[in-house]
């Protein structure tokens, strides 16, 4: 394997490890006290599809099923979320409420100042360019791929 892509795949671990490490940390945000990191990602996931069944967020999380079904029983008793029917009976889909959509806004807005500010300090506006065609490139080959 050529030692770049190595060392790549590394790197995107690490910052995915430290960087959500840091970010709890860091982030004096009562969002953060008041919802679990799992919550908020189940959040916003489902923010990104728009509805989806709580078997594709176990599958996108890496849980078993159960494990979404408690997340997802507490995000429903804190009104962000609804399940619904859909055209299949065995399976339902779960939306945001307008309250869910209001957290996911106040969290992108929270790490986007919080992103902002820690790069501001160490990061050139060509090297974020840069970083922002590498994973433009990256989340097309991930779609392609199905994920």
Do not use: C
Not at 86 to 107: M, N, P
């Amino acid at each position: 394997m050529d030692k770049r892509i190595q060392e790549a795949t590394e790197l995107f671990e690490e910052v995915l490890i430290y960087g959500t490490e840091r970010v709890l940390k860091s982030v004096d945000n009562p969002l953060w006290k008041e919802y679990s990191p799992e919550q908020m990602q189940v959040l916003k996931l489902i923010s990104k599809e728009e509805s989806m069944t709580a078997g594709r967020l176990a599958l996108l999380q890496g849980v078993h099923k159960s494990a979404i079904s408690s997340r997802l029983k507490k995000l429903v008793e804190k009104e962000l979320v609804v399940i619904m029917p859909s055209g299949d009976r065995r399976e339902k889909l779960i939306e945001l409420t307008d309250k869910g959509q209001d957290v996911v806004e106040q969290s992108k807005q929270v790490l986007d100042e919080y992103i902002g500010s820690l790069l501001s300090d160490h990061v050139k506006d060509l090297e974020i360019e840069q970083f922002l065609v590498t994973f433009r490139k990256l989340k097309e080959i991930l779609k392609m791929d199905g994920v």
